[in-house]
């Protein structure tokens, strides 16, 4: 069977108690099965590719709590880093230097978001701009 993959899947609306339950049920799920299945995907790719391996399966981790980060903190972090009128945090398909990047080229960043900004590019050179997920659907 052949399937159409989505682009990007937009915003629905959801109960209030769907929401939760969905959350409470998610949280559960991360406590019960990360540790297991972080330890294995350690080993698992250690031992398939290498050290090379290894820090691929880390950055995969990185990334996706870093899209976390830009969802759970958007409120936050749009009232703290950016300007009104920037790009806004919250796309749960986006990092958090990715916003900050598009932030940065708008010229949009708040003295909070430049200072960010800063302690990335200590990290490593043009990090934000460099993140910069062009392929990202816009969030409503």
């Known amino acids: 069977m052949i399937q159409e993959k989505k682009a990007s899947a937009p915003n629905q609306k959801v109960s209030p108690f769907i929401g939760l339950l969905l959350f409470v049920i998610s949280i559960v799920l991360v406590v019960l099965t990360t540790p297991l299945g ?25 990334i996706s709590i870093d899209q976390l980060g830009n969802v759970v903190m958007q409120h936050l972090l749009n009232m703290l880093w950016i300007q009104k009128g920037g790009y806004r945090f919250g796309n749960r398909d986006e990092t958090i230097s990715s916003v900050i990047g598009k932030n940065k080229q708008l ?18 050179a ?6 910069i997920d062009y392929y990202v659907q816009p969030s409503e």
Request: proline share 0%; charged share 15%.
């Open 38 to 62: 972080f330890v294995y995907g350690l080993f698992h790719n250690l031992f398939a590719k290498g050290f090379s391996g290894l820090g691929e399966y880390l950055l995969q981790i990185a």
């Open 107 to 124: 010229n949009t960043l708040t003295w909070f978001g430049k200072n960010m900004d800063r302690i990335l590019e200590f990290i490593e």
């Open 126 to 131: 043009d990090h934000s701009l460099n993140s």
